[in-house]
């Protein structure tokens, strides 16, 4: 896959975004967006991957949003936990890591 063909912003098809437990769907729309913001780049390396979002049950937890990614940025594997209190604050938190950690990867080539 390469990032030919893919607007800016736009989430790669071979980026897999799925959701675990009571996830709703505008959540998860967010964090595809935010997701996309990140990998969706020009200049990147070919992407590939899986992000899953996931909310706790309970409502005890002071965080319970959780997300994990395992990325292959051309020949690098970025892998980014986050855990947060809202949706929207995952995302964010996401992308930050997401944003450092391919761009660590990319200057490695």
């Known amino acids: 896959m390469t990032s030919e063909g893919i607007r800016?912003?736009?989430l790669a098809p071979a980026?897999?975004?799925?959701?675990d437990g009571a996830v709703d769907e505008a959540s998860l729309a967010h964090v595809r967006e935010q997701v996309g913001a990140v990998l969706g780049r020009p200049g990147l390396p070919p992407v590939s991957g899986e992000v899953r979002v996931?909310?706790?049950?309970t409502t005890?937890?002071?965080?319970?949003?959780?997300?994990?990614a395992e990325?292959?940025?051309?020949?690098d594997l970025v892998v980014v936990h986050a855990?947060?209190?809202?949706?929207l604050a995952l995302a964010d938190r996401l992308r930050d890591r997401?944003?450092?950690?391919t761009d660590r990867a990319a200057r490695t080539r």
Do not use: H, N
């Open 54 to 57: 996931t909310r706790a049950g």
């Open 60 to 68: 005890q937890l002071a965080r319970p949003w959780f997300a994990g």
């Open 71 to 75: 990325i292959q940025v051309g020949d």
């Open 98 to 101: 997401l944003r450092s950690r």
């Open 15 to 19: 980026v897999r975004v799925r959701a």
């Open 8 to 10: 800016a912003g736009e």
């Open 83 to 87: 855990r947060e209190a809202s949706a």
